[in-house]
């Protein structure tokens, strides 16, 4: 032994290959293979976080994903990743990482001055001090600050990820002895296969005892053959680095796979991913995840240099690193045997304390015989140390119940492993609604043998309870073996031995806390929740508190909330609660296990979908025209349209009310090519809109368009739009910019789900044409120098009409539709002649000053004419009602359509709703703040009635003066164009500190006859 260096034949690290790396700015060596863990306690680093209440020292518990403590900030700048495990991190050269808790520094942690306070500062503290409102705001940066595990990055991410989805008919989850014994058996068989496993290299526990025997020969040499075939058959995949995190329904697989975290950022290649999200879709899973070994609970256990058993013969025998020289274990089962005596013949000190009252015989003769001291019937109390551990205090343990029966000996030690047994990795079994059972033999939650055959999910192994090596290989092989039958095929014939030369097991104790002799609370802290600082005092607090649920216990306490999900703590927690409670273990049962199995990262999750690859940037046809005209744009559901057009010396106010009086007084152009178009085509299209629309479309002839209203089942408004008749079994609908792909998933559900019985086809056409909406008194004169084979006369072409014909020589539709309440004509052609269309209107509208106007001059222009934004003057809680727009309902049509029986609910149907009404302030100049309170009272102290909201609100160029629209309770009876108001069309609105004076009039303030759209 060198140091804490123990070089093996068997180790899995290379020691001609030592790497340099730093952790908290100190430089250190280590050698390929290792894990930042293991190079971190190869070079003596104990403590390496603080804890998150207390700032307790803490140091490396696991070797694995079970790892609570040791969460670490790898690399710096835009490759910075916050939070990886030191337990699953490679060690690669010039690897840069520190530590994420402890402020200022690691040695010297303000919350560690926390400690000497902990019995003031129990399960619930934040609950029950903060519930105060102004006290919260105070503490809460504060809290925040202490809490927090490593730091997001602050620059863009440089690397990239990617996607993969595949199909197989078999997945085997986890590569240990199990997992490749049944991948063996399922690739001779000839099946597709796919093998899982999150580790570097294949092998499981057997990498970490390689002396073990199977079949006469060592776990090494096993595991070198059947690797080496694996990798021979074509039609078995092996993919490791690759962690299966997920498992949902109709045997989906999310995995993770890690392409370039191992190696040098020098050696990453710009082009391959660093993470790939694999979606593997599997005909038969087999899980063979194992099992993780749990700690038993005592005093102080969360001292550096304390971990569990299984951590220690790992970092021993796969890493060559003996964590302490004069070593302390515990254990209520055989598990840590094997690692005590191996660390004997690495040359440490070594003390067993066995709970049991009769150990495993044969082990205990193999440990005597290395020089292992075995103490049986006793337990560790306490340890001691403060950043680190150095000793511990036993007792003895009264044989028929988990009580002290005496005091026992007094140990030194420099490290310390504890052993409660092994706890089954269930995760991805309970994922997609699997729960596991309580089997009291193994004293674990189990997944059941049969697993879920029915639908194509098996397990083997640790996942089932069977912990012996050879019983585990004995299942896996029968359990492959039904899973081959499933396809009508059968194992290839072979004969061979499986036998082990582990002893017989021993039945473990069955125990959780070790006892101190002292009622819960008033020893030495015993934690099961390293990560959250959850004690087992912690725990009975709640139950104390009358809470009787694990799930409430849990969130009571923060059990299991950690980046580990539990792994080590929540059975010692279910048993513990269990013990408080009174019950049984199975009784409390578990809490509920959800993906991710391990920490993901957002950029995995994201893959390529970043940017514009995410929220793509649509330009309609005429974007370069409107460029070059000095628009300034707006994103309109991932469409950039143009929001207004500066001419010199303009701001954008000015710019919006020349806009709006030129579509006014003379003629403006809109790029209308935004608006959401589905082509809707089959012989009962009549029907389907008569369904789907509150108003009736059945009389509706060619050559016609008409305003609808598209409600949700409860019958509120959700969508609306002008819909064309083409030919009786031929429209065109339109929708709102933001809303045409959810409208077309809406028609196509209910379509699918409810109606298919209906001869309907739809398709969206929105990037196919281009729309140049002409506004304005002369509209129809700047259009007739463009178009001369389409009557654009008043008699000829009415409103609410469209015609075929062409425009600048493009074959087009025209509408004679207006969002603006001005003689109006839509000029929709094929995007690819958008721009040249465009371009030919300006020219001809030279001479009338034609103007190009922006969203923002077009919502002024609703406004004015009291045309609704849905979305923005409603907001999912108004029918066509509220909105005064009865004219668009028909109640007689034969067959309901979508929200019809809502207006019956004794809610939608009460008389004091909020309905759309208009404002008109005292004062012309003030401009209402939209989302401004409307109020009965200029007063506003508390409380007062909120009797609707500002939803729109803008200067009129037009009118000279201020307009608004609001949703009020009862506001069409409160208006006072009409009469009816009774004096209750005074009101008042608020916002920002300011009460303005306002009158509820009609929402039409331009041309309330339509005699302009009618001209």
């Known amino acids: 032994m060198t140091d804490y260096r123990v070089k093996h034949a068997n180790a899995r690290v290379d020691f001609e290959r030592p790497l340099s790396f730093s952790f908290d700015g100190k430089s250190y060596t280590g050698y390929a293979g290792d894990t930042l863990a293991s190079a971190l306690l190869a070079n003596g680093v104990r403590m390496i976080g603080r804890s998150f209440k207390y700032g307790r020292p803490r140091g490396i518990v696991g070797a694995g994903p ?20 030191a337990t699953q991190v490679e060690l690669y050269d010039q690897l840069i990482a520190r530590r994420t808790t402890g402020y200022p520094t690691l040695e010297f942690d303000l919350k560690s001055f926390c400690g000497p306070f902990a019995r003031f500062m129990p399960a619930g503290f934040y609950y029950k001090t903060f519930q105060n409102q102004k006290l919260w705001p105070r503490f809460e940066h504060i809290i925040r600050q202490a809490a927090g595990y490593g730091s997001a990055p602050e620059e863009a991410d440089s690397e990239s990820y990617n996607h993969r989805t595949s199909h197989a008919q078999v997945v085997i989850v986890g590569g240990g002895a199990c997992g490749l014994l049944a991948a063996l058996d399922a690739g001779r068989a000839g099946l597709d296969v796919v093998l899982l496993d999150e580790q570097n290299e294949l092998g499981g526990w057997l990498l970490s005892s390689p002396n073990t025997v199977i079949g006469g020969e060592s776990a090494a040499a096993w595991l070198k053959a059947i690797i080496g075939e694996l990798q021979s058959l074509a039609n078995v995949k092996v993919m490791t680095r690759t962690s299966a995190f997920a498992l949902h329904d109709m045997n989906l697989i999310m995995a993770v796979e890690q392409l370039q975290d191992h190696l040098p950022l020098k050696d990453r290649d710009e082009a391959t991913p660093r993470q790939r999200l694999h979606r593997i879709r599997a005909e038969r899973i087999l899980l063979a995840a194992g099992a993780i070994e749990r700690p038993l609970v005592f005093g102080n ?5 304390i971990l569990t058993a299984s951590a220690l013969t790992t970092y021993l025998n796969r890493y060559g690193v003996a964590v302490g020289k004069r070593v302390l274990l515990q254990t209520s089962n055989d598990y840590a045997y094997q690692g005590a005596c191996d660390l004997a013949r690495a040359g440490c000190s070594v003390v067993l304390a066995d709970t049991r009252m009769q150990p495993n015989t044969t082990w205990e003769q193999r440990a005597h015989a290395v020089g292992v001291d075995v103490r049986p019937g006793c337990g560790i109390a306490v340890a001691h140390g403060a950043r680190a551990v150095k000793g511990a205090q036993l007792v003895k343990l009264d044989g028929n119940r988990n009580a002290v029966a005496g ?5 030194e030690c420099d490290a310390l492993g504890s052993s409660g047994g092994l706890s089954p990795t269930v995760h991805l079994y309970c994922h997609d609604g699997g729960r596991p059972y309580w089997d009291e033999s193994k004293l674990a939650f189990v997944a059941p043998a049969t697993g879920r055959a029915a639908v194509g999910i098996y397990c083997a192994g640790a996942i089932t309870g069977t912990f012996g090596l050879q019983a585990a290989l004995t299942e896996a092989e029968k359990v492959t073996a039904a899973l081959i039958a499933s396809f009508g095929k059968e ?4 004969t061979r031995s ?3 030369d582990e002893p017989e097991a021993t039945p473990a104790r069955r125990i959780f806390r070790v006892p101190d002799g002292k009622p819960e609370g008033h020893g030495k802290k015993a934690f099961v929740d390293f990560q959250n600082d959850v004690s087992a005092a912690d725990i009975h607090l709640a139950v104390r508190e009358n809470y009787r649920s694990i799930e409430h216990i849990k969130r009571y306490t923060a059990l299991g909330f950690g980046t580990d999900q539990g792994k080590l703590s929540n059975v010692n927690g279910f048993a513990i609660a269990a013990d408080a409670l009174g019950k049984s273990i199975p009784e409390v049962g578990t809490t509920t296990y959800r993906p991710a199995y391990t920490p993901v990262t957002f950029g995995t999750l994201a893959g390529a979908n970043e940017g514009e690859t995410f929220e793509p940037r649509r330009t309609t046809a005429m974007h370069a025209s409107h460029v070059a005209r000095g628009a300034v744009f707006e994103d309109v559901g991932q469409w950039l349209r143009p929001q207004y057009f500066l001419h010199r010396g303009e701001d954008q106010d000015a710019a919006v009310r020349r806009e709006c009086l030129a579509a006014r007084r003379g003629v403006g152009i809109m790029d209308a090519s935004t608006l959401g178009k589905i082509d809707l085509q089959g012989k009962d299209v009549r029907e389907f809109l008569n369904r789907v629309y509150a108003n009736a479309w059945t009389q509706l002839a060619p050559g016609k368009c008409r305003y609808g209203l598209m409600l949700d089942e409860n019958g509120m408004v959700m969508d609306d739009g002008v819909t064309a008749c083409v030919a009786d079994d031929h429209f065109l609908m339109t929708t709102t910019t933001g809303g045409a792909a959810r409208v077309l998933t809406w028609l196509e559900n209910w379509h699918q789900t409810e ?6 086809y739809m398709t969206s056409v929105t990037d196919h044409w281009a729309t140049a909406a002409v506004v304005g008194p002369k509209s129809r004169e700047v259009l007739a120098k463009v178009c001369t084979d389409i009557d654009l006369s008043p008699s000829a072409f009415k409103f609410m009409d469209w015609r075929e014909g062409t425009v600048a020589g493009v074959p087009a539709r025209v509408f004679r539709i207006s969002f603006s309440g001005e003689l109006a004509f839509e ?11 465009w371009e030919a209107l300006m020219a001809a509208g030279d001479e009338f000053g034609i103007t190009p106007y922006g969203t923002d001059a077009m919502h002024v222009l609703r406004a004015e004419k009291g045309f609704i934004i849905v979305g923005q003057d409603t907001d999912g809680s108004q029918t066509p009602f509220d909105l005064d727009m009865a004219w668009a309902v028909s109640m007689k049509k034969p067959f309901s359509f979508i929200g019809k029986r809502s207006f019956t609910r004794s809610d939608t149907a009460a008389p004091n709703r909020k309905q759309l009404v208009g404002l008109l302030t005292d004062d012309p100049t003030v401009v209402l703040a939209e989302g401004a309170q409307i109020i009965e009272q200029p007063d506003v102290t508390p409380p007062v009635a909120m009797l609707g909201h500002v939803t729109s609100s803008y200067f009129s160029a037009e009118l ?15 208006r006072g164009d009409d009469g009816r108001s009774a004096g209750r069309d005074t009101l008042f609105a608020y916002a920002g500190g300011k009460t303005h004076k306002v009158k509820l009039v009609s929402p039409v303030f331009v041309d309330p006859k339509g005699e302009r759209q009618n001209g």
Do not use: C
Request: hydrophobic share 40%; aromatic share 4%; no cysteine.
């Open 827 to 837: 000029v929709n052609v094929d995007a690819s002649y958008g721009r040249h269309v």
């Open 491 to 494: 194992p290839a014939a072979e």
């Open 498 to 500: 499986l036998e082990t």
């Open 755 to 760: 109606w298919p019985e209906l001869d309907v």
């Open 301 to 305: 256990n969360d001292l550096p240099g």
């Open 407 to 411: 005091q026992g000996a007094s140990f």
């Open 66 to 85: 079970e790892e609570p403590n040791a969460l670490t900030q790898v690399e710096t700048g835009a490759l910075t990743i916050p939070n990886l495990k």
């Open 960 to 974: 000279g003066r201020s307009i608004a629209m609001a949703v009020v309770r009862d506001g069409i009876n409160r």
